[in-house]
């Protein structure tokens, strides 16, 4: 699996005359290596080249680690009092001439590796990887996918569990943390971002911060979740209500249901990321809610929880076969109730497969 990723990556080095390129994404050099590491202030990185056999760069602390995931290359493990860039620099000087053009991650290098790269290869120009890296990992094997779909029958769990605290006087935070504490007792060890549970008027921050908010009746509640399995994400939504709810947030929630489900029922191969977001959104403003819909419809799924595709009413690249995005519709007003409904889809040969099932129709938990 990993040789043909790089095998992949070298091609296109080839075919763009780039001599080395250097990844320093946690994300990336797992997907080419199989190592995941979080070094925070450490450099990692994967130095692929044309022909020669790549280098992995790690602090000296995870170098064991490293090879136990079955990576066969090179490893330069380096202490805290060594420079790991004079160590690149040996390293690569064994694989290639002086090069002129060095393949890198821009969006993810800061300025000062970005510095330390251009003193130790003064000579080259840099280019940006991110376009192959992307394209490559949009599209998923049936062992990523093994992963995602886990990661997605846990994200369920978790809705249900959410589901069953729920009760007036209960805050989101006791609630959130009765999520988390059932899914480490499942065995997962991290979640794909900060969970969410937001009530009543806080739902209407699509990012908001759950607090000591307590639930009330009349309260629509909404869960923003996922967890990481084997390295891969899930990312699911839903929006439940705490007794009886009024007349306009039922049709705030009928209106972003229609919209998901007709938005899922328009992503098959061939289709535009543009024209599903364009469903979605059409529904919602024609039910005269279109200004509470700030965001984009979804977004790639894979190693990151936010990855390409991007589903946005401006992008015109074609779903394919393998692909997984979310689709996300929302309805956001502000001092008074927001409503998301959130699935993780798969790209098939004629639709789509949803891999998260927990249930949309409006949970009434009395």
Known sequence: MTNQRLSKLTDWMKENEIQMTFLTSTESVFYFSGFFSDPHERLLGLAVFQEKEPLLICPAMEKEDARKTGWNGEIIGYSDIDNPWDLLQEAASKRMKKPVKIGIEKEHMNVERYESLLRLFPEASFVSAEEKVRKLRMIKDEKELTAIRKACSLADYAIEVGCSEIGEGKTELEVLASIEYELKKKGVTAMSFSTMVLTGANGASPHGTPGPTKIQKGDLVLFDLGVVVDGYCSDITRTVACGDINEKQKRIYDTV???????????????????????????????????????????????????????????????????????????????????????????TKDGVEILTKFPKELQIIQ
Do not use: W
């Open 257 to 347: 249901l229609k919209a998901e489900l007709a938005a899922v029922e328009a992503s098959k191969p061939g289709a535009v990321c543009s024209e599903i977001d364009r469903i979605a959104r059409g529904i919602i403003s024609d039910a005269g809610f279109g200004q509470y819909f700030p965001h984009r419809l979804g977004h790639g799924l894979g190693i990151s929880v936010h990855e390409y595709p991007s589903l946005t009413e401006t992008n015109s690249l074609q779903l394919q076969e393998g692909m997984v995005f979310t689709i996300e519709p929302g309805i956001y007003v502000p001092g008074g109730a927001g409503v998301r409904i959130e699935d993780d889809v798969l790209v």
